[in-house]
């Protein structure tokens, strides 16, 4: 018989990709441009009926215990016991229960589960969460495949390395390695990880409401629950790092596409430690804190446009990338800060341009899928070559969707000088995975999506 519930709750969030914005992101006083990917990572969380393990001693109770898995990679395993050492405070160790995760630790998981019980404990209290909890929770998390090179893959399965064959691979495939040896593609997997498991247990322990994620994008329209994922996601992520990030991934992961301003790091400073004593939370992660000073505005790529990125099955260094750029900008301030502002303009001109590109679809349906098509087929340098396009009013519309996306091109085009070690790629020349549309079934349980 099984010791789970039929009735699990299901969370994704998405993964990122920084259009514009490199390097400017970290800065308070500019903004990036980021878009989130079709790539999704799912939590599952069902509540235990009965317990896995026996207790520690024959006269114990059985302690309260939460498995983590993650099929995706060999021995990835993880079980915790909950204890409660006091009125508010929560305690989450991790044990051995076999031999292989005795050696395997993931800190990420284990300080997301440590935190969002902390912060259930000071909102539910200590009683409320412990009979919420019950036995325990059974937790699987995977990523959609995207998020982990597939080429040893297609290898052992003696298939091309093209779009085709990743087609051909089933959803969630085991990579065959240990987590620590997976080689990741860049969309921010970490990022996407924490939110969903946050957000699942946030919304399975009935912390926020189960409609805390309905709306768009944005804060705007945001809800108190799902502000309140982002900020314990954005704390969780930077503590399991050891620092405070510029936080666009974990922001993608929660509000989607967008136009991102980064919070000030102070806000985490209290909270930044492993061990924290007589510090609660909720003061900080408030949503009410008018320290989280981030900003989110809507984005969206233009109808009929897909990024397209490439599997390279090698990383960058980005903390030494990061390291190289502030300091060349901390010996050349005057030169830097032309060229920060040069940039941060052009990011913003083409935020604006793609932005237009959807309102002119959306009042001229048919010239803009016919700009498309005509676009689609020719190189971009001779989009305007087309002696059909005339200056006339019936044409206006197709010329205008043509020029949009020159614009788009040309202001990708910028550079990083050469002594700050890094260079924008043009957007016209990144490769792609295709976007995949995946139903994910979830008989008798609660499915979210942020």
Same mark, same amino acid.
């Given at each position: 018989?099984?010791?789970?519930?039929?009735?699990?709750?299901? /969370?994704?969030?998405?993964?990122?990709?920084?259009?514009?914005?490199?390097?400017?992101?970290?800065?308070?006083?500019?903004?990036?441009?980021?878009? @989130?990917?079709? @790539?999704?990572?799912?939590?599952?969380?069902?509540?235990?009926?009965? &317990?896995?393990?026996?207790?520690?001693?024959?006269?114990?109770?059985?302690?309260?215990?939460?498995?983590?898995?993650?099929?995706?990679?060999?021995?990835?395993?993880?079980?915790?016991?909950? *204890?409660? +050492? #006091?009125?508010?405070?929560?305690?989450?160790?991790?044990?051995?229960?076999?031999?292989?995760?005795?050696?395997?630790?993931?800190?990420?998981?284990?300080?997301?589960?440590?935190?969002?019980?902390?912060?259930?404990?000071?909102?539910?209290? =200590?009683? !409320?969460?412990?009979?919420?909890?019950?036995?325990?929770? +059974?937790? !699987?998390?995977?990523?959609?495949?995207?998020?982990?090179?597939?080429?040893?893959?297609?290898?052992?399965?003696?298939?091309?390395?093209?779009?085709?064959?990743?087609?051909?691979?089933?959803?969630?495939?085991?990579?065959?390695?240990?987590?620590?040896?997976?080689?990741?593609? #860049?969309?921010?997997?970490?990022?996407?990880?924490?939110?969903?498991?946050?957000?699942?247990?946030? /919304?399975?322990?009935? =912390?926020?409401?189960? +409609?805390?994620?309905?709306?768009? @994008?944005?804060?705007?329209?945001?809800?108190? #629950?799902?502000?309140?994922?982002?900020?314990?996601?954005?704390?969780?992520? %930077?503590?399991?790092?050891?620092?405070?990030?510029?936080?666009?991934?974990?922001?993608?992961?929660?509000?989607?596409?967008?136009?991102?301003?980064?919070? +000030?790091?102070?806000?985490?400073?209290?909270?930044?430690?492993? *061990? /924290?004593?007589?510090?609660?939370?909720?003061?900080?992660?408030?949503?009410?804190?008018?320290?989280?000073?981030?900003?989110?505005? &809507?984005?969206?790529?233009? &109808?009929?446009?897909?990024?397209?990125?490439? *599997? =390279?099955?090698?990383?960058?260094?980005?903390?030494?990338?990061?390291?190289?750029?502030?300091?060349?900008?901390?010996?050349?301030?005057?030169? $830097?800060?032309?060229?920060?502002?040069?940039?941060?303009?052009?990011?913003?001109?083409?935020?604006?341009?793609?932005?237009?590109?959807? *309102?002119?679809? $959306?009042?001229?349906?048919?010239?803009?899928?016919?700009?498309?098509?005509?676009?689609? !087929?020719?190189?971009?340098?001779?989009?305007?070559?087309?002696?059909?396009?005339?200056?006339?009013?019936?044409?206006?519309?197709?010329?205008?969707?043509?020029?949009?996306?020159?614009?788009?091109?040309?202001? @990708?085009?910028?550079?990083?000088?050469?002594?700050? %070690? %890094?260079?924008?790629?043009?957007?016209?020349?990144?490769?792609?995975? &295709?976007?995949?549309?995946?139903?994910?079934? %979830?008989?008798?349980?609660?499915?979210? #999506?942020?």
């Amino acid at each position: 018989m099984s010791a789970r519930s039929h009735s699990p709750t299901v /969370l994704s969030s998405p993964g990122k990709v920084l259009l514009a914005g490199g390097y400017l992101v970290l800065d308070p006083a500019h903004s990036g441009v980021v878009v @989130s990917t079709s @790539s999704r990572f799912y939590t599952v969380i069902h509540s235990l009926t009965a &317990p896995l393990a026996p207790a520690p001693s024959q006269s114990a109770d059985a302690p309260i215990q939460i498995r983590v898995r993650s099929p995706q990679f060999e021995h990835a395993s993880w079980l915790y016991f909950v *204890d409660f +050492d #006091g009125p508010g405070s929560v305690r989450v160790e991790h044990v051995a229960d076999n031999a292989n995760s005795a050696a395997s630790k993931n800190k990420f998981v284990h300080l997301a589960l440590q935190r969002t019980l902390t912060l259930a404990a000071e909102l539910k209290s =200590v009683g !409320t969460l412990r009979n919420s909890l019950s036995y325990g929770l +059974d937790i !699987t998390i995977v990523g959609d495949n995207d998020f982990y090179s597939q080429r040893a893959q297609l290898t052992a399965k003696n298939l091309p390395t093209t779009l085709a064959s990743l087609s051909k691979l089933p959803p969630f495939s085991k990579t065959g390695v240990r987590l620590a040896d997976v080689h990741k593609t #860049g969309l921010g997997s970490s990022a996407a990880l924490i939110t969903s498991l946050v957000s699942a247990l946030l /919304l399975h322990l009935h =912390v926020i409401p189960a +409609d805390a994620f309905e709306g768009g @994008s944005g804060t705007a329209d945001a809800s108190e #629950g799902r502000k309140l994922a982002h900020n314990l996601a954005q704390y969780v992520h %930077c503590l399991a790092q050891g620092k405070v990030g510029s936080g666009f991934d974990v922001s993608a992961a929660v509000f989607g596409s967008q136009l991102y301003t980064r919070f +000030d790091p102070a806000v985490l400073e209290p909270l930044m430690k492993d *061990d /924290l004593v007589d510090q609660p939370l909720h003061p900080v992660l408030s949503p009410s804190n008018p320290a989280w000073n981030y900003r989110v505005e &809507p984005f969206k790529l233009p &109808p009929q446009t897909r990024l397209m990125l490439a *599997d =390279v099955d090698a990383g960058s260094d980005t903390p030494s990338l990061v390291g190289k750029v502030l300091k060349w900008r901390k010996e050349n301030p005057e030169e $830097a800060n032309a060229h920060w502002a040069k940039i941060d303009s052009r990011n913003g001109a083409l935020s604006r341009t793609l932005l237009r590109l959807s *309102d002119v679809a $959306a009042k001229n349906a048919t010239a803009y899928r016919k700009a498309v098509k005509y676009i689609s !087929t020719i190189q971009s340098v001779q989009w305007l070559a087309n002696p059909n396009i005339a200056d006339n009013e019936h044409h206006s519309a197709l010329k205008e969707v043509i020029e949009g996306f020159i614009d788009a091109h040309n202001l @990708s085009e910028v550079r990083f000088p050469p002594s700050a %070690c %890094c260079v924008l790629l043009p957007i016209s020349r990144v490769f792609a995975l &295709p976007t995949s549309h995946m139903r994910f079934s %979830c008989p008798n349980g609660r499915l979210f #999506g942020l």
